[in-house]
């Protein structure tokens, strides 16, 4: 049974960082694409960065250069480091488990970026 469960959010300044956690119960890193998603108040869930099997990553163009998706197979834990934040990378931001095109959420967490 998949299990997503995150973690790490707060309130921070702008230009400052944060890491988000996904611990990940029931996935294999092996056979799940791993990614975050944020969504905005009054806005639609949007792509922010992917972990595919392959071991190779993709991002937004927004958060490109500033965000970094990993994996910790030992941990099963999914991180996404966040530096240099905007005001408008606020959101909740969820963990997602791809298996062909079957998806699983965490709950959220919620990061807000404001001085």
């Known amino acids: 049974q998949v299990h997503l469960v995150e973690s790490g959010g707060g309130l921070v300044q702008p230009g400052g960082s944060l890491r988000l956690s996904c611990l990940a119960s029931?996935?294999?890193?092996?056979?799940?694409?791993m990614a975050w998603y944020r969504q905005a108040p009054g806005t639609e869930r949007e792509f922010v960065a992917v972990?595919?099997?392959?071991?190779?990553?993709n991002y937004a163009d927004s958060v490109k250069g500033r965000f970094t998706i990993s994996t910790d197979n030992a941990k099963n834990t999914v991180y996404l480091q966040m530096n240099n934040l905007k005001v408008e990378d606020t959101g909740v931001y969820y963990c997602?488990?791809?298996?062909?095109?079957?998806?699983?959420w965490g709950q959220g967490t919620q990061v807000t970026v404001s001085s």
């Open positions: 997602n488990a791809d298996l062909s095109g079957l998806d699983f």
């Open positions: 029931g996935v294999d890193f092996g056979v799940y694409h």
């Open positions: 972990a595919i099997t392959t071991g190779s990553t």
